[in-house]
């Protein structure tokens, strides 16, 4: 056994709680989210982790998670990490729009293809899919994070939805079908337990990921 990686999707946003797609927007977390950072902080308090590093985006609602839940266990000075690499999936030209008047227009199976398959990428030059997501959080994850938490140490990365869903993908060894299907809760620490060839020795769910959608 290796070293042990926390990731957590942040909180909800401001744009989560109008429904609106994000991407790299940059809103910031509502009274809620606050709270389900905290949720997940207390969470991974009495799991009795410390962490040696943490990681997280440049986009201020992973970076506040971050903050929040390093102050809830006790180490808000800790050394974090910011880069884009774990940004949110770039929406393209869907950002700032209403997913349900999304859904209005371009109907339930068109929008269900732009969040959650693997590779149609959202409509307009800078959308990414999936599996554009992949190609910058992959190779982030392989040099500057995999090699801490194979040395022994204890990583937390707080990111978004989408980027996360990149790392839990290889992590979980999901098809590109099977990814369709994956979902990530807000504030909910996953466990990961690495061997040292990298695949995944245990993953424990610190709270409820069935509401996610
Ligand atoms: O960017 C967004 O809109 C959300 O953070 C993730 O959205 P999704 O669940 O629709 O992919």
Same mark, same amino acid.
């Given at each position: 056994m290796s070293g042990t990686m926390v990731l957590v999707r942040h909180g909800q946003s401001e744009w989560n709680k109008k429904n609106l797609f994000t991407g790299w927007k940059d809103p910031d977390l509502t009274e809620l989210g606050i709270e389900e950072a905290e949720t997940g902080a207390k969470a991974l308090k009495d799991y009795g982790i410390k962490f040696d590093i943490a990681f997280t985006s440049v986009l201020v609602r992973a970076e506040k998670t971050c903050q929040i839940i390093l102050d809830g266990i006790g180490q808000s000075d800790l050394e974090t990490i910011h880069d884009q690499? #774990? !940004?949110?999936? !770039?929406? &393209? *030209? #869907?950002? &700032? #729009? !209403?997913k349900d008047d999304a859904r209005a227009k371009w109907g339930e199976e068109q929008v269900h293809i732009w969040r959650r398959s693997y590779d149609v990428p959202p409509p307009g030059d800078d959308g990414e899919s999936l599996k554009d997501t992949g190609a910058r959080v992959w190779p982030y994850y392989m040099t500057d994070i995999l090699p801490r938490v194979l040395r022994g140490q204890k990583v937390l990365v707080a990111a978004h939805g989408n980027s996360l869903r990149a790392m839990v993908m290889i992590l979980d060894r999901l098809s590109t079908q099977e990814v369709t299907g994956l979902n990530l809760a807000t504030g909910v620490p996953m466990v990961y337990k690495l061997n040292p *060839?990298?695949?995944?020795a245990s993953k424990e769910v610190l709270g409820d990921m069935s509401g996610a959608h």
């Amino acid at each position: 056994m290796s070293g042990t990686m926390v990731l957590v999707r942040h909180g909800q946003s401001e744009w989560n709680k109008k429904n609106l797609f994000t991407g790299w927007k940059d809103p910031d977390l509502t009274e809620l989210g606050i709270e389900e950072a905290e949720t997940g902080a207390k969470a991974l308090k009495d799991y009795g982790i410390k962490f040696d590093i943490a990681f997280t985006s440049v986009l201020v609602r992973a970076e506040k998670t971050c903050q929040i839940i390093l102050d809830g266990i006790g180490q808000s000075d800790l050394e974090t990490i910011h880069d884009q690499a #774990l !940004n949110e999936r !770039n929406y &393209g *030209d #869907l950002a &700032g #729009l !209403n997913k349900d008047d999304a859904r209005a227009k371009w109907g339930e199976e068109q929008v269900h293809i732009w969040r959650r398959s693997y590779d149609v990428p959202p409509p307009g030059d800078d959308g990414e899919s999936l599996k554009d997501t992949g190609a910058r959080v992959w190779p982030y994850y392989m040099t500057d994070i995999l090699p801490r938490v194979l040395r022994g140490q204890k990583v937390l990365v707080a990111a978004h939805g989408n980027s996360l869903r990149a790392m839990v993908m290889i992590l979980d060894r999901l098809s590109t079908q099977e990814v369709t299907g994956l979902n990530l809760a807000t504030g909910v620490p996953m466990v990961y337990k690495l061997n040292p *060839d990298s695949t995944v020795a245990s993953k424990e769910v610190l709270g409820d990921m069935s509401g996610a959608h």
